[in-house]
């Protein structure tokens, strides 16, 4: 059993870098190794940043896809880039819908500045978010007829989940209804929230609806539910109902938002299907809904870097029976690598030659994660949903185009900087472009062979480095392998 | 008490479910041989209609005036609203989309009028409605499940898994991923999903699905450095798919990232050139699909242009499912009724004119016999409108289309009937011998298994589609067989 004090490895501490991070890079891993040493000291770290308040101007979605991407290959805080992407994914938004690229930039920012504090808090600011609103219809959901998308959305998807983990459902449709009655009248102008009392389900105007009541059969508010008609002015009464459902309690008692949102970021910094008990460890330890306040996102996110299960991941090649390796996001394929070829991408037009923004939105596109566009609600399907033939081409075109772009700037590839290119040895040549995309030891004795064998064309030639070919070529083939697709 | 809702699920005997059927059924040799079965020279197209089509608004009552609207449309007029924001299709709207009447209640139904395409300089001329009068479409009333659910997710899964109670021995496969890994193997690639991910229905992890966007894109992308290292970099390329998953304590994932690498690698030397294959001797059916400018026609011609390919005898090209998507049927609001400019019109009529010009391409192409089109969507939607849109419902009609199948409409309309609606205003899913029965989706799935895949049905019944576990409630639950749908006109079989 490990715990915050125990010692990283030159293995885990890469692992641990690969998933708050995008790549494992030299320096970063000797750092931890010399300067952090436990996981403990490690996950502090990575932890203490400030919330940087990124907003993805642009006039056009295009600008503002880039102008992310850009920040994304730069932001000196990477765990905090990795937990706005969960985030964004967790409260999948679409500019498909919301059609206005200020509200999502808008949105976006209030991910960056919330993504590691009180998780309930959250939720409330996202209850009056303007493109949520779009996006889920509250600015559709008249007092007369309640429109219940967001209502249903809210504890599906961004709370308490259908079913609990004993299969008992956590709510009825009657609570979408009466949730949904909550919301009616709300809208926005110029950016901010407002609610039309003109538009407002007040139980006075509707006695024949009767009191908003909740959870009378779910939740351990026993046989009467929660009330939550607040007749008072701004956001007292779709508060109440973040309050409520925050107190929410699943059929083994515990706390049901506090367990859900732990198992899905162990499912997004760990691996798929977390067994309950380390859920309710992750818990414990951080305290995460142990009370109405308590809801420090950041707190049990370093619960999850200091435990176990986190590093059952990060073990070398060839893998034991015990370690799990999880699939990439193409976000994550595309920004991991251009950091680690220490690469900026080009201006709109510069297609040809690759490496340019509009590579990047294409290249996202076929590998199935545009950002400001979830396909749905549901946000993205993660690990081996990623994985088809049509995703991995573009994957493996996004290789070719960044190890093919000529030139001398940092848009460029230039592997004279990466590794030294008076290197005649196959396999230091090997190990020195694993070592640079950061996964030394994720790779088997085979697939190294194999590598060689390219290099030497199975023995037959002696390499040269300076060709042209083979250096831009092996980096290509290590970014398409297997292995570099998952982390 | 509303017995449908999803939400009491597992109160109700499902659990005990699970051990119906060990999970190492499939692995067992004998009964692989034993599901062996051929869909032979025929293809099957699955088109999802994604976001929940309303389907009170694709297949619709109506009546004749001055006659009085009958019991169905009684009460869809009570449901959809005229006016501003109002959903009801009126008889003069559903005039030219007029199909059979519902075996039940006797009633005439229509198609939404975008099914019907009155330009006659367009390829689509006439649309759907064209087919259903050669009598080639079938329309199937009533589709659903027990306990139906009112998530997207969790709907959208229950269809691609046939699987409503959760049935553990067919988790994690799609009902037609359970045929192809019967009947399949890892150097096979029986199936292609248009888009960037593997259609759910068709995932499994023992043979090879491909997800191709566009054929002329699907090339393996060599750089332009040296020609003879090419070679080199496929050969090693191989090697590392080869490899992948093969060692010691391979978890899933690696092992399908090692196969769908490996035939990404066949499936980009073999597809590409069919794109050209076919523009060349299929322009003028190529120009047809440009005309409409959609992208469910796009994705069509993609598939026309791989059945083309098999067709042909191309080298290595032998799929013969087929999956693809349209989205936007999530209509909580501005859902349109027969205005022009409607979403619910635009949904249609792009998938009604994507169609009709993909059948009469393989028509032309001497292949329509051999063709079954399924369109599905995971729920209909609220039978009483909202403001201007529709919220999440419970069952729909699915379609049935190809050159065998016997046109006309099957199954029952369900009853719209205000007092005969659950407490959350949805129609009621039911087994029971009334008028009103339901058609479940099982039944749907095992008539195109036996009928167009040739499974042997006791087959069918113990390895791909669950049935519900007896004692359950027989008003509720289905236990239906025999996987013969029938049209209810003359009680012939779905295919001729």
Redesign the interface.
């Known amino acids: 059993m490990g715990d915050e004090t125990t010692p990283l490895s030159p293995a885990e501490a890469r692992h641990l870098l690969r998933r708050t991070g995008f790549g494992a890079q030299k320096k970063d891993v000797d750092r931890i190794l010399l300067l952090d040493k436990t996981r403990g000291r490690a996950a502090d770290r990575l932890l203490n940043f400030r919330s940087t308040p990124f907003r993805p101007n642009g006039s056009e979605f295009p600008n503002a896809h880039n102008k992310w991407i850009k920040y994304l290959t730069i932001a000196r805080s990477p765990l905090q880039e990795k937990l706005v992407l969960f985030w964004h994914d967790h409260f999948a938004t679409a500019i498909s819908k919301v059609a206005d690229v200020g509200l999502m930039a808008d949105q976006i920012q209030l991910l960056h500045e919330r993504c590691k504090g009180n998780f309930k808090d959250l939720v409330k600011a996202i209850n009056v978010n303007p493109a949520m609103m779009e996006f889920l ?1 509250t600015v ?1 959901n ?1 007092k ?6 967001y209502a ?1 959305e809210l504890q ?1 998807l961004f709370t308490l989940g ?2 609990d983990t ?4 956590n ?4 609570d979408i209804v009466q949730i949904a009655r909550a919301f009616t009248g709300w809208g926005y102008d110029r950016g901010k929230a407002v609610l039309d009392e003109g538009n407002h389900d007040f139980m006075a105007d509707f006695p024949a609806r009767g009191p908003k009541v909740i959870y009378q059969s779910t939740g351990g508010f026993g046989s009467g539910g929660r009330s939550f008609t607040v007749n008072g002015e701004g956001t007292a009464e779709i508060d109440t109902v973040i309050d409520i459902i925050f107190a929410h309690r699943d059929s083994n008692g515990r706390n049901t938002v506090a367990r859900r949102t732990a198992r899905r970021l162990l499912e997004y910094f760990a691996h798929p299907n977390p067994d309950t008990a380390v859920v309710d460890a992750v818990v414990a330890q951080s305290g995460f809904g142990s009370s109405p306040d308590s809801w420090d996102v950041g707190a049990l996110v370093r619960a999850i870097l200091v435990h176990d299960a986190f590093y059952e991941t990060g073990a070398a090649a ?10 990439k996001w193409p976000i994550d394929y595309v920004v991991s690598t251009l950091r680690l070829l220490g690469m900026r991408l080009k201006g709109r037009d510069q297609y040809v030659d690759g490496g340019s923004f509009r590579a990047a939105l294409d290249g996202l ?4 994660q545009v950002l400001l566009d979830p396909p ?3 946000g993205w ?1 993660w ?12 994957r ?2 996004f ?3 960044v ?2 772009a000529r030139g001398h700037g940092t848009t460029a590839f230039r592997p004279e900087r990466l590794i030294d290119l008076d290197l005649t040895d196959p396999a230091a040549i090997v190990d020195a472009v694993l070592g640079v995309l950061g996964i030394p030891d994720q790779l ?1 004795d ?2 190294k062979t ?2 060689v ?2 290099l030497t ?2 023995g037959t030639k002696a390499v040269d480095l300076h060709d ?3 250096a ?2 092996l980096f ?2 290590v970014l ?4 570099y ?2 982390h | 008490m509303a017995l449908t809702r999803r939400q009491f699920l597992k109160c109700t005997g499902a659990a005990a479910a699970g051990g119906l059927l060990g999970p190492g059924l499939f692995g067992n040799v004998f009964v692989q041989r034993a599901l062996a079965s051929t869909i032979g020279d025929r293809y099957l197209v699955v088109l999802f209609l994604d976001g929940g089509n309303d389907g009170l608004n694709t297949v619709a009552p109506t009546y004749f005036p001055p006659a009085n609207p009958g019991f169905l449309r009684t009460a869809y007029q009570a449901a959809r609203n005229t006016g501003v924001g109002g959903l009801r299709l009126s008889p003069d709207d559903l005039a030219n989309t007029l199909i059979a009447n519902d075996p039940n209640t006797n009633e005439p139904l229509a198609f939404h009028p975008g099914f019907y395409n009155p330009d006659t300089s367009s390829p689509a001329y006439q649309g759907l409605k064209k087919l259903y009068d050669l009598g080639k479409v079938a329309v199937i009333q009533g589709c659903g499940y027990p306990q139906y659910s009112l998530s997207h997710e969790q709907s959208r899964g229950i269809w691609q898994t046939a699987n409503p109670l959760g049935v553990s021995a067919y988790s994690g496969a799609g009902w037609l991923g359970r045929y192809l890994k019967a009947n399949y193997g890892p150097t096979n690639i029986p199936g292609v999903t248009l888009g960037d991910s593997v259609a759910p229905e068709l995932r499994q992890t023992v043979t090879g699905v491909l997800a191709i966007q566009r054929l002329r894109e699907f090339g393996f992308p060599y750089d332009d450095a040296s020609d003879t290292d090419i070679p080199f970099k496929r050969d090693a390329f191989a090697h590392l798919y080869a490899a992948a998953g093969t060692g010691a304590g391979a978890q899933p994932s690696q092992i399908y990232l090692g196969d769908t690498g490996t035939a990404t690698l066949t499936g980009s030397e073999s597809y590409p050139p069919l794109n050209s294959l076919y523009l060349t001797d299929r322009k003028s059916f190529s120009d047809n699909y440009d005309a409409l400018d959609t992208s469910t026609a796009r994705a069509l011609r993609e598939i026309a242009k791989i059945i083309y390919g098999v067709k042909t005898n191309q080298p290595n090209v032998t799929a013969r499912f087929f999956e693809l998507r349209n989205g936007g049927y999530d209509t909580h609001s501005d859902q349109g009724a027969a205005a022009t400019d409607g979403q619910h019109y635009a949904l249609h009529s792009e998938v009604s004119n994507a169609i009709k010009v993909f059948y009469d391409d393989c028509a032309a192409m001497g292949v329509a016999s051999k063709l079954c089109i399924l369109v599905w969507s995971e729920f209909s939607r609220r039978i009483h409108q909202n403001d201007n849109g529709t919220d999440h419902g419970s069952q729909g009609p699915m379609f049935v289309i190809g050159g065998t199948v016997r046109g006309g409409v099957y199954g029952r309309h369900p009853n719209i009937d205000q007092a005969a609606l659950d407490d959350d205003g949805n129609t009621v899913y039911t087994q029971s011998a009334n008028g009103f029965r339901s058609t479940d989706i099982r039944d749907v799935y095992g008539t195109v298994l036996k009928h167009w895949l040739n499974m042997d049905p006791m087959v069918i019944k113990s390895s791909v589609l669950p049935l519900d576990p007896a004692p359950l409630d027989p008003a509720y639950y289905w236990r239906t067989e025999n996987f013969d749908l029938k049209r209810p006109s003359d009680n012939l079989d779905l295919f001729a």
């Not at chain 1, 007369?144 to 998308?149: K, Y």
């Not at chain 1, 004993?166 to 459902?169: E, I, L, Q, W």
């Not at chain 1, 398409?480 to 292995?483: D, E, K, M, N």
Request: glycine share 8%.
């Open positions: 219809d559709r008249d007369d007829v309640p429109n219940e998308n249903r599906e259908v079913d004993n299969g008992n459902p709510y009825t449709q009657e060839p893998f034991g029976a015990q370690t799990k390796k999880s699939v596109s076929d590998m199935g749905s609600v549901f399907d690990e081996t949903s990623w994985i088809s033939s049509a995703a991995l081409l573009a493996y075109g290789a070719r185009d190890t093919s088997t085979g697939e194999t590598l064998n390219y064309e199975n042209g070919v083979k831009n070529g290509a083939l398409q392998s297997p292995a697709q998952l």
